[in-house]
C-alpha cells in the first residue's frame, strides 16, 4: 500500500527557505511519479511540482518556477521541495502524492489524477 509522509514545514520568514520531504513507504519509488501540492486557508488545493519517474519536472504553479525545485532520491524512497525566496502567499499545507497512472507526470493538474496523499506538513512565511 503506498504511503508517503511529509515534513520539514515550520515557521520561516519571509525571503527565508525550507526543504521539505516526502518519505514513501509500501512500494518502490522509482516507478512513479510524484507531486507536491498545497492547499491555503479557504482556497483549495493547487498543484505545486511533479517530478517524472526519469527525473524530469514539471511546474503546476507559475508563482513558483524561479523559487522551488523538486528532486528525488529513490535510494532514500524520498522527494524533496525545495523552497526559496518564500513570500507570505506561500503558507499553506504541503502535501505529496503519487500520479495514479504511467509513469509521467500530468500536463495539467487535476487532483483525480494522484491518489495515497499524505497527512501533510504546514509552512508558514511570516515575520
Known amino acids: 500500500q503506498l504511503q508517503f509522509v511529509e515534513s520539514g514545514g515550520g515557521l520561516v520568514q519571509p525571503g527565508g527557505s525550507l526543504r521539505l520531504s516526502c518519505v514513501a513507504s509500501?512500494?518502490?519509488?522509482?516507478?512513479?511519479?510524484i507531486g507536491w501540492f498545497r492547499q491555503a486557508p479557504g482556497k483549495e488545493r493547487e498543484g505545486v511540482l511533479c517530478?517524472?519517474?526519469?527525473?524530469?519536472?514539471?511546474y503546476y504553479a507559475d508563482s513558483v518556477t524561479d523559487r522551488f525545485t523538486i528532486f528525488r532520491d529513490n535510494a532514500k524512497s524520498t522527494v524533496y521541495l525545495e523552497m526559496n525566496s518564500l513570500k507570505p502567499e506561500d503558507t499553506a499545507l504541503y502535501y505529496c502524492?503519487?500520479?495514479?497512472?504511467?509513469?509521467?507526470?500530468?500536463?495539467?493538474?487535476?487532483?483525480?489524477?494522484?491518489?495515497?496523499w499524505g497527512q501533510g506538513t504546514q509552512v508558514t512565511v511570516s515575520s
Open positions: 502524492a503519487a500520479v495514479r497512472y504511467g509513469r509521467t507526470c500530468p500536463s495539467s493538474y487535476y487532483e483525480a489524477d494522484f491518489g495515497s
Open positions: 509500501g512500494f518502490t519509488l522509482d516507478y512513479y511519479s
Open positions: 517530478i517524472s519517474s526519469r527525473g524530469v519536472s514539471r
